[in-house]
């Protein structure tokens, strides 16, 4: 399998630099590395290798996982033979509560920039070759939306879930004099006739089409919760487009394995026809108890406008959506 020397280089340091991480993170937890540890060790670097390059080899449009990731989920072995030893595990804290899935420890870097600095350069380097070949490439599909204002200041806001761009438009008055306003129905409701996105990266594509559309040259991009996720897919996607992201309540990291079941079992109670529960759970998530109550109806309004299939598809798509930090 032949890669981009720049892919290259990426997967050689990490596969090179794991034994180096799993003992660090082995004696931070005070395990001695052994025998059966190092073949642990040897087997998740022929997965790591292969995985890695699987992936790299891919165009960058269909790479559904970062190197990191992979580099995390190849501490899940060595994790689990610590765990067939009857080691406990650690509590799910601030430190370990964005682990991923299989890894009990808290052995896997939680950035690049953690693991090595030859490490941290090769993943930038590949970044940025990322980031070069994403610009400018539109796959996705033109969206509804409301607008307001004139000017050359443009500002896209990009609802949470499960919401639409109804939320924006008490915010509009305070801006429109000085900003033009575009306020996005995502995928799947509201104006946006279209299929519900598969992914946060599908998203951030459609935003993108959107603002070639409107043929705004430099903008600013607003994103709350789910809309940050899809702001932040969007600078990594095109980051010469935007003048500047403001991320409300929102996080940069992928779902916890908490996080992820959470999802799943939302996902389960919207199968099974339970679509009202769980928008009206919703509401005290987004909002005070002392908001208005027209603000409450507003937000079950939105919530039960949304097409059962697009909030799944949302769901999953931020279940399964990368780690950004």
């Known amino acids: 399998m032949t890669l981009r020397p720049v892919a290259q280089r990426l997967v050689d340091s990490l596969v090179a630099v794991y034994p180096e991480v799993l003992s660090r ?27 890695l390059e699987q992936l790299l080899a891919q165009p960058f449009i269909d790479q559904r996982r970062g190197p990191l990731q992979v580099f995390q989920e190849a501490f899940a072995g060595p994790s689990e033979l610590l765990m067939e030893r009857g080691i406990p595990a650690l509590e799910r804290d601030e430190i370990t509560a ?68 109804r939320m924006w438009l008490p915010l509009a008055p305070s801006l429109e004099e000085t900003h033009r306003c575009i306020m996005l129905d995502l995928a799947g409701r509201g104006r946006s006739d279209t299929d519900p996105a598969r992914t946060i990266e599908d998203h951030a594509a459609d935003v993108l089409a959107t603002i070639e559309q409107i043929e705004a040259e430099s903008l600013h991009v607003v994103g709350l919760s789910m809309g940050g996720y899809i702001a932040l897919a969007l600078a990594e996607m095109a980051p010469d487009r935007l003048s500047s992201v403001v991320l409300v309540d929102t996080r940069s990291t992928a779902d916890d394995e908490v996080g992820r079941d959470g999802r799943n079992n939302t996902i389960q109670s919207i199968t099974d026809g339970e679509v009202a529960e769980v928008v009206g759970g919703m509401v005290d998530k987004l909002v ?19 097409p059962e299939e697009t909030l799944i598809a949302d769901l999953a798509a931020m279940r399964d959506r990368p780690d950004r930090t």
């Open 98 to 165: 964005n682990a991923l899935p299989g890894d009990h420890y808290g052995l896997a870097p939680a950035s690049t920039r953690e693991i090595s600095d030859g490490v941290f350069d090769a993943h930038i380097s590949w970044g940025i070759e990322k980031a070069k070949a994403m610009r400018g490439l539109v796959m996705g599909r033109p969206l509804g939306f409301e607008e307001t204002g004139e000017s050359d200041s443009v500002v896209v806001f990009i609802h949470g879930f499960p919401l639409d761009h």
């Open 288 to 306: 005070t108890g002392s908001a208005p109550e027209q603000i409450r109806e507003l937000i079950i309004t939105m919530g039960l406008a949304v």
């Open 25 to 51: 993170g082995l004696l931070q937890i005070g395990i001695a590395p052994d025998l059966e540890l190092e073949a642990a060790s040897e087997d998740a670097m022929e997965w790591l290798r292969s995985e």
